[in-house]
């Protein structure tokens, strides 16, 4: 038992999706706030509401529409997550994470993580992405790590390693598309809060000091969790807005949906890029 999941309940759900598609995708893709217009870039898709899999939440928040959607992009197999899910939104982190546990049995080899994020780097310009070369989950940290509870070696170790969280090898290669298509790519730390209030300027300047480039309320669980799996993971923030270290601007959700759509198609060229360079 992994918190309130068993294998057999995890493979129910495996079998659930194995049910409605003919394909095994290799890779699965996360899509954060705004950025559910990728998943429309899949040929030959099958749609799978969460509502239909077995215990599998539902996404509650607004640019998350909820679905998985299983077809080829740019000539691989893919497994894409439109609507992730929130410790925010009622959920424990053995929940949040619970797709990838599914994504793991299903045989995904690779996982590629985007969020929507604040630039707490103050060079950073929103509208641009960053490749995240390493994570600070102080949800993790603070007692919330979804790898709480009795470990299952099916999946990985007690004790899983996090010293390469993100594989260097898929960021070498996104660092290449992004040069070739000519896409501006930051690149930092994601600092992953709980939310759902926006920081405080305080925590703000705390998270600055502490080496955070960028802030989200994602991310870093379900890297944790496909670590423990032994999948490669690649992660991309997506800048939505340029956080007020001062106190001066007001964060809203409504700017992160609508900046995300000066995101989408460059995240949705650099995605397609990096997959057709795998």
Not at 32 to 37: D, F, I, N, T, V
Not at 51 to 60: A, F, M, N, Y
Not at 78 to 95: A, D
Request: aromatic content about 6%; some cysteine; glycine content about 10%.
């Amino acid at each position: 038992m992994i918190g309130t999941h068993t294998l057999k309940k995890i493979d129910k759900i495996v079998d659930e999706i194995r049910l409605s598609i003919s394909i095994q995708p290799k890779i699965a893709m996360i899509l954060g706030s705004g950025l559910g217009p990728l998943s429309d870039a899949v040929s030959n898709p099958v749609v799978i509401p969460y509502q239909d899999l077995s215990e599998w939440p539902i996404s509650t928040v607004e640019g998350h529409a909820g679905n998985l959607v299983i077809g080829q992009l740019e000539g691989q197999d893919v497994l894409v997550m439109n609507g992730r899910l929130h410790f925010y939104e009622g959920y424990s982190p053995q929940q949040i994470t619970l797709p990838i546990r599914v994504f793991q049995r299903l045989g995904v080899k690779i996982l590629i993580v985007t969020n929507a994020a604040g630039g707490i780097n103050q060079s950073f310009d929103p509208g641009n992405p960053m490749l995240i070369t390493d994570h600070i989950n102080f949800l993790g940290m603070a007692g919330g790590n979804p790898l709480q509870g009795p470990n299952l070696n099916e999946f990985g170790p007690r004790f899983p390693d996090m010293s390469q969280a993100y594989d260097r090898e898929l960021g070498q290669v996104t660092r290449e598309v992004a040069k070739e298509l000519a896409i501006t790519l930051y690149e930092g730390v994601y600092v992953s809060l709980a939310g759902p209030t926006f920081e405080t300027p305080a925590e703000l300047r705390f998270l600055k000091i502490i080496g955070a480039d960028a802030v989200g309320m994602s991310t870093a669980p379900e890297v944790t969790v496909a670590r423990h799996s032994g999948l490669r993971v690649l992660g991309i923030s997506g800048i939505t807005n340029k956080c007020s270290l001062d106190g001066e601007a007001i964060a809203s959700h409504e700017e992160v949906i609508e900046t995300g759509q000066i995101l989408t198609p460059k995240m949705m060229k650099l995605l397609k890029g990096i997959l057709n360079s795998l």
